[in-house]
């Protein structure tokens, strides 16, 4: 979902550098005007009906595209938006896209009008002014918004959000394993290894820059670094970075002898391992859903044997996000879609086991007693953990790391 793309922008920016003298003064200054400009809800309620969005979001769980259609339903009854999906492999190909149409002067009209966005591809457009907004204070979905109990609601990957992209879930990793099959799993990253030479091939996790691969990578590293506060930073050199993550590269070299297929081959994506688990092939299954596993029972797409382990010192959990890039065709109606998304109604059906099973970024507290009744209604499956025992939450490390992280993966077990 969420590819590191650094060292990709840079590398536009060099190609397109006598390009990008930015529009113009007189240009900058009519953006800023128009940014600062706060319509009533009700005047961006009125310029949305009719507009399109397209909202670049990936595409590789057909559960999730079942829902974003739900939505695009919703808000063209509710709202006359027509929502067009449209499906990514990698959020980094419309992240480049908005920048190729900036450096080419298109500060208006643009092709993408929302993205689902966290992390390096947040920082990214940030970093490079490819964002419109701040916008959030305006939605009134907001008001709602878990921000004392939920702070990764506020700050994507140490960057601060400061309006330019709305909340609308919250994921946490989780494994998921089969328990037919498996009877004691592990309790932590060095038991995973010790796990993993006990019973060759069964466990795998997806190729970074896959979303879940690469945070499966900062999970071992926050557990095998001797100074977690380090991370939350970028790094200051790369001889810092040769030293903090030498105990990684180790850990990884010892763990893929004994993964499926010897750690020559890496599953795509998520859903290209959770099969992997559902024919047997492999016993633990990475996920970013606390109730993932109850979800792929409810859909058949995995056993009713299937349950879930967290790991003893905790595990990573962050938010995700839509943003609306700076030259968006359609800005008004990709906000009406931006707080829907953030709305109990939205929110209680994303978290449906049946539908998504994608935590709320909502108070319980903040909402009415009919809205809390949307939550208080839904199922739990048997394989969903209540909320005190999903351990502690981990901090995502600073964009830097990850993005050259993934780059090193690559260097070293690409194939």
Same mark, same amino acid.
Request: charged share 20%; proline share 5%.
């Given at each position: 979902?969420?590819?590191?793309?650094?060292?990709?922008?840079?590398?536009?920016?060099?190609? %397109? *550098?006598?390009?990008?003298?930015?529009?113009?003064?007189?240009? $900058?200054?009519? @953006?800023?005007?128009?940014?600062?400009? #706060?319509?009533?809800?009700?005047?961006?309620?009125?310029?949305?009906?009719?507009?399109?969005?397209?909202?670049?979001?990936?595409?590789?769980?057909?559960?999730?595209?079942?829902?974003i259609a739900w939505v695009g339903k919703r808000v063209w009854d509710e709202y006359g938006i027509s929502l067009n999906h449209v499906k990514l492999a990698d959020t980094a190909d419309?992240?480049?896209?908005? %920048? *190729?149409?900036?450096?080419?002067?298109?500060?208006?009209?643009? $092709?993408?009008? @929302?993205?689902?966005?966290?992390?390096? #591809?947040?920082?990214?457009?940030?970093?490079?002014?490819?964002l419109h907004g701040p916008f959030t204070e305006q939605?009134?979905?907001?008001?709602?918004?878990?921000?004392?109990?939920?702070?990764?609601?506020?700050?994507?990957?140490?960057v601060p959000v400061e309006g330019l992209e709305a909340p609308w879930g919250m994921a946490k990793i989780n494994f998921i394993y089969d328990s037919a099959r498996v009877k004691t799993t592990p309790?932590?990253?060095?038991?995973?290894?010790?796990?993993?030479?006990?019973?060759?091939?069964?466990?795998?996790?997806?190729?970074?820059?896959?979303f879940i691969g690469s945070t499966f990578l900062k999970q071992v590293l926050i557990e095998l670094t001797e100074d977690r506060d380090e991370l939350q930073k970028p790094f200051v050199s790369e001889e810092r970075f040769t030293a903090v993550t030498a105990p990684l590269w180790e850990y990884l070299d010892n763990l893929h002898p004994h993964l499926w297929r010897k750690g020559e081959l890496f599953p795509a994506n998520g859903?290209?391992?959770?099969?992997?688990?559902?024919?047997?092939?492999?016993?633990?299954?990475?996920?970013?859903?606390?109730?993932?596993?109850s979800s792929l029972i409810a859909t058949d797409l995995l056993p009713g044997s299937a349950r879930?382990?967290?790991?003893?010192?905790?595990?990573?959990?962050?938010?995700h996000f839509v943003a609306i890039p700076f030259n968006a065709s359609g800005k008004e109606a990709a906000m009406v879609v931006?707080?829907?998304?953030?709305?109990?109604?939205?929110?209680?059906?994303?978290?449906?086991?049946?539908?998504?099973?994608?935590?709320?970024?909502?108070?319980m507290a903040k909402l009415s007693n009919e809205d809390r009744r949307r939550f208080d209604d839904l199922p739990r499956g048997a394989a969903t953990l209540p909320p005190e025992e999903l351990g502690a939450t981990l901090l995502e490390p600073h964009p830097a790391w990850m993005t050259r992280i993934e780059a090193e993966w690559q260097k070293r077990y690409s194939r």
């Open positions: 979902m969420m590819r590191t793309i650094y060292t990709r922008i840079r590398q536009i920016f060099i190609g %397109l *550098a006598c390009l990008i003298v930015v529009a113009s003064a007189a240009q $900058s200054q009519a @953006l800023a005007q128009t940014q600062s400009q #706060n319509p009533t809800w009700d005047e961006t309620l009125a310029a949305a009906r009719g507009q399109n969005v397209y909202w670049n979001a990936w595409g590789g769980d057909e559960r999730i595209n079942a829902y419309a992240v480049s896209r908005v %920048l *190729a149409e900036k450096a080419a002067g298109r500060t208006s009209g643009g $092709s993408i009008d @929302l993205i689902w966005i966290n992390g390096e #591809n947040f920082a990214a457009m940030k970093e490079n002014g490819l939605l009134p979905s907001f008001a709602a918004v878990d921000f004392e109990h939920k702070p990764s609601t506020r700050v994507d990957f140490t309790r932590s990253v060095p038991d995973f290894l010790t796990w993993a030479e006990a019973n060759p091939g069964r466990f795998t996790y997806p190729t970074p820059p896959d859903p290209a391992q959770r099969q992997l688990l559902d024919d047997g092939e492999v016993d633990i299954h990475i996920s970013f859903y606390p109730s993932e596993a879930v382990f967290v790991l003893e010192e905790g595990t990573i959990g962050n938010t931006a707080n829907f998304l953030m709305s109990p109604e939205a929110q209680a059906e994303k978290q449906n086991e049946s539908v998504w099973g994608d935590d709320t970024v909502l108070a």
